[in-house]
């Protein structure tokens, strides 16, 4: 899930180095951290989030045969 977000991500920024994902396990929850460059965060989120949203999407299409909830927060 880790490489799915990045290879969606990479593309979009202008720092492809700067992106990294870390990985957050609890009881019934997954969570996903994105961090991008400082001067990237605005072309992950998009106008009026719709970037941030898409990408969400996908992610929790992939994980939807997880039994874990699946969540993505972009710092």
Known sequence: MKALIETIVRPLVDHPDDVAVTEQEEERKLTYHLSVHKDDVGKVIGRH???????????????????????????
């Open 49 to 75: 989030g719709r970037v941030a949203k898409a990408i969400r999407t996908v992610v929790y299409a992939a994980g939807s045969n997880s039994k874990k909830r699946i969540y993505l927060d972009i710092m």
